[in-house]
Every structure is written in C-alpha cells, then in structure tokens.
C-alpha cells in the first residue's frame, strides 16, 4: 500500500511568488490533514479535510494560503503570495473515517522562500 | 488537549531498552495518550496509542499509570535507528483531529 506521497519534496522561490505543494493520501483514507514546521518552532496543525468538505481550518496562518481538495481525493496547498516566514516543511496526512485509526503523514514539502 | 511535559533528550545504548517518560497531569478522561517519532528529515510516524491499558505493538509498548497523569513510552531492544524525536501527545483523536506536537524528546541510540 502507497503511503502519503508529497510534491513537490523541495522547492526555493523568491518572496512574492506563487508556489502549489500538493499531496495524495493513501487510498480510501477520507481525512486529509495539512501541518507545518516553520524555522524553530513545533509541528502545527493547518486544516483538516473530509472528503472534499473543510472541516476544520483553524490553524491557517492567513488568507495567503489556500487548500482545495477538489473530488475528495487528492489536496493542493497554495502560498500566494509567499513570504520569508513561510518557509519550512509542510507535511500532508491522511487517515480513514473509522473512529480509532491513526494519521500517516507524508514525507513533507520543505519549502525555502528567498 | 491538555499539556504533556518530555525531557529535552536522552541517550540509550543501542539493545537496550529505551523508556521515555511523559506527564500529562491535566489529561482528560477521554483523551488518548499518542506517541509518534520523526527520524531526521522524515515525517512523524505513528508509533503507539492508549487510553487506559497498557498497550504493545511491534514497534514499542506504552505504560500508563492508573491515574493517567503519566506515561512511559518502551522501546524494547533500542537499534540506531531508533534514533529520532519522540512526541508524547494527549489527543482528543478521533474526535478531535488536530494532533498538538511540542518539543518532544531527542532520543540518542549510541553504539
């Protein structure tokens, strides 16, 4: 069984440009979560998805970033425009609907913004 | 979720058991103690999760003390791979899903 996978796993922009991380779950898991390490702090959370439906998208730093999970398969995270501070590793998982199961994560997005 | 508190690091001799301890005085009764590990430059990986009982897996066995306000993580016959950060997490899961990483802890297998 495939595991979480992420693209892309690096990526160096300049400040004010546009960068898409995206991510697949692994097959027939529901839940889609995004988190994020930004430079020298904790792994945080950024939202949650069900299927294609938001359910929780407390932990979005600002409206610069956008998630989509268009059909309720795979997921984009959008950085528009980006910032020096925005850089770090953004790690997607995913986990099924059934109560009691475990979130895998993927190996993250290490994002460098220049 | 209520707050757990880790060391910062320890060391372990590879083969040896590893025990990791945890407090989490305020955990509620419905809150699940969950361990996951990030080996470098990896993502967090899933290790073990309880409640009440004590639990094994292939990987690691949890002990969590009667009242709950702390825990011990086992890593059984520790190899350098073992190496990586441990997170203790008091979690809601699943029905909370948001998973609140701190510190953790820096383990350390040496040959």
């Known amino acids: 069984e495939a595991g979480v996978t992420q693209f892309p796993s690096h990526s160096v922009i300049e400040k004010g440009q546009t960068v898409t991380l995206r991510c697949d779950p692994i097959?027939?898991?529901?839940?889609l979560y995004w988190y994020r390490r930004v430079m020298g702090k904790e792994i945080k959370f950024l939202l949650h998805?069900?299927?294609?439906?938001?359910?929780?998208e407390s932990g979005m730093p600002n409206n610069r970033f956008l998630a989509e999970r268009t059909g309720g398969t795979y997921s984009t995270l959008k950085v528009q425009p980006a910032e020096l501070e925005d850089s770090g590793v953004y790690f997607c998982?995913?986990?099924?609907?059934?109560?009691?199961?475990?979130?895998?994560f993927g190996e993250g997005s290490w994002l460098t913004v220049v | 979720d209520a707050k757990t508190t880790q060391p910062p690091s320890m060391d372990c001799a590879e083969g040896r058991a590893a025990n990791l301890p945890c407090n989490h005085s305020t955990i509620s009764g419905n809150e699940y103690v969950y361990w996951y590990r990030q080996i470098h430059s990896q993502g967090p990986q899933y290790i073990i999760h309880?409640?009440?009982n004590n639990e094994t897996n292939e990987m690691a066995s949890l002990i969590i003390t009667e009242d709950r306000k702390s825990s011990t993580l086992i890593l059984p016959h520790a190899t350098l791979r073992d190496t990586a950060v441990y997170y203790c997490?008091?979690?809601?899961?699943?029905?909370?899903?948001?998973?609140?990483f701190g510190a953790g802890t820096t383990v350390t297998v040496r040959a």
């Open positions: 998805f069900v299927k294609e439906s938001k359910q929780d």
């Open positions: 097959s027939g898991h529901d839940n």
């Open positions: 309880g409640l009440k």
């Open positions: 998982a995913s986990s099924r609907l059934d109560i009691g199961n475990t979130i895998y």
């Open positions: 997490i008091a979690s809601l899961f699943p029905n909370d899903y948001k998973l609140s």
